[in-house]
């Protein structure tokens, strides 16, 4: 099977942003941001904690170690929150899929693909998956100034594309047709996953990745899907 081709790289990104009219959507970005920010207040208040407790400073030596603590903290915390956001958005991915698809392909049948287990057991994995590599990124960003940028995106871009694409398939087929699937339109997916990525560094549009993401990938399983069928 030969890979989508290039006329369709931007389709699924601008078809998944124009979609933020959709209530489902915004009910869906209210939810990841709130349990977002319980997350974030939550991991600031324990590193400021543990940090106080074991360096047991007083005085001004405390409020130094706090403040310090708190801002080296907010800066992993930003980091991270394209994985938290994920882990987060897992939790919404069929309501978000089942908008897409009721807006532009009614057409559809219900999904049937692996079983719920599989899929919410999928889901996890993407969102572990993203966390590791964007840890990974992390460590070469302060090896590697610049060049661990670079590195970071394109680990992420991976982790984002494949992940979301395969997850987003196994609702309508088995998980190891889903897997072909990627690999015979790896290149078409990565891109997708390159676009989020690169929208991942934006201040504000990165609380927006988890639902594009799953949104952009509906609408390449489309194409993919009726591309192939064109083929035969």
Known sequence: MRPV??????????RAVSQFDDPTFRRVLLLSIAWSAVCFALLLAASIGIVHRILE???????????????????????LFLPVAAAIGTLYFDRIAASVEHRFYPWLPPPNGASLLAQAWDGIAVALRVLGLTLVALVLAIVL???GL??????????????????????RMPREAAESLYQQNRGVVLCQ???????????????????LGVAAMVH???????EAAARR
């Open 220 to 226: 390449v399983l489309d194409i993919v899907l009726t």
């Open 150 to 171: 670079i590195l970071g995106w394109m680990v992420t871009a991976y982790a984002l594309g494949r992940g979301l694409f395969v997850a987003v398939a196994m609702r």
């Open 145 to 147: 100034p610049g060049i």
């Open 57 to 79: 400073l007083h005085g001004w030596w405390a409020w130094g170690a706090d403040l310090l603590g708190s801002i080296a903290t907010s800066l992993v915390a930003l980091w």
């Open 5 to 14: 081709g290039s006329t369709h790289l931007l389709l699924p990104f601008s």
């Open 193 to 211: 996953g390159a676009i989020l990525a690169l929208a991942a560094y934006v201040p504000l549009v990165n609380l927006l990745i988890p639902i």
